[in-house]
């Protein structure tokens, strides 16, 4: 019953519900411009936390329904559940039906209608994402653009649980949310294309993704450091329009670009799998102190660099 239990667990994939902290930047920066009230807003905040995430576990059974045939020419998802354990698909599907359905229920609760958008668009990026005949996981350069619109969407859901239905989140945390998330997720197949050239061949590389058939190490880092340019051009627009304090933010952002590059290119980079990258503690602590100093220089008018607005 317990092995069971985990087997479900891993499934869903409930320890990446750290990645629904995404959302929690959307719904400070709406606290910061719009001056709320934190009681007013935290159990709106935390509503639509828990929706989000009932939806994004929804996503993962998905995702390992779709995946088990091509996760099995994988070096590591080929110890998935759905394909070492006798799991039921047809229970999968259920129960990630059921928790679309409760994450929904969620944004219905909180009568608000941007909200029940956000999560919804999540479900379909989900189903656009995973299952044929679209599955956009399998076109070439759309894989990681189109899952990359996953964190826009968190930031949505956190900015108008906060916000409401009447204020428009800014294009330029929309954008750089986007590319930042183009960054991660291209760094990520570059990452999984050496690390299964390395322990399989080219047949295994193809039969886990089709679109790595159109790619090589070198299409990847352009995109890598295209997406890259575009965030900082973005991040740049957004110091200037909100504060220009955050200029002080770019060499804590240098650094995490060299420190990231650093790990992209080891042979068995943690950038290739979410979990992984928990087991290198201080890049993980590095990642939380840049995220507070964004957030305390975007809402701290320290004023040094004013005389540039001059």
Not at 81 to 110: M, R
Not at 244 to 260: G, N, R, S
Request: hydrophobic share 50%.
């Amino acid at each position: 019953m317990f092995e069971v239990t985990a087997i479900y667990l891993k499934i869903f994939r409930l320890l990446r519900v750290y990645r629904n902290v995404f959302m929690l930047a959307g719904a400070y920066f709406a606290f910061y411009l719009f001056d709320k009230n934190i009681e007013s807003v935290i159990e709106s905040v935390l509503v639509a936390f828990l929706g989000l995430s009932l939806i994004a576990f929804g996503n993962y059974g998905i995702n390992e329904i779709c995946d088990a045939k091509y996760d099995k020419f994988h070096p590591d998802k080929k110890y998935r559940g759905l394909i070492q354990h006798d799991i039921s698909k047809l229970n999968v599907l259920v129960i990630s039906i059921a928790l679309w359905g409760a994450g929904i229920l969620c944004g219905i609760y909180l009568d608000n209608l941007p909200v029940i958008l956000s999560l919804s668009a999540l479900i379909i990026s989900g189903i656009f994402y995973n299952v044929n005949p679209i599955r956009l996981k399998d076109v070439v350069y759309l894989d990681f653009i189109f899952e990359s619109i996953n964190n826009p969407i968190r930031l949505l859901i956190g900015w108008y649980s906060v916000a409401g239905a009447n204020q428009l989140v800014p294009s330029s945390f929309i954008l750089m949310y986007w590319f930042l998330g183009m960054f991660l997720m291209s760094s990520k197949r570059y990452s999984e294309m050496r690390f299964i050239n390395k322990n399989s061949d080219r047949d295994s590389l193809i039969g886990y993704r089709k679109s790595f058939k159109y790619y090589s190490e070198e299409k990847l880092l352009i995109c890598i450091v295209t997406s890259l340019m575009i965030f900082t051009y973005v991040f740049g627009a957004l110091c200037f329009k909100y504060s220009i304090d955050l200029i002080l933010f770019l060499p804590a952002l240098i650094i995490f670009i060299i420190w990231y590059f650093s790990l992209l290119f080891d042979n068995n980079s943690v950038l290739k799998d979410p979990e992984s990258i928990f087991k290198n503690k201080p890049f993980i602590i590095y990642n939380i102190f840049c995220l507070l100093f964004f957030l305390y220089l975007l809402t701290q008018q320290i004023g040094l660099f004013r005389w540039l607005l001059e």
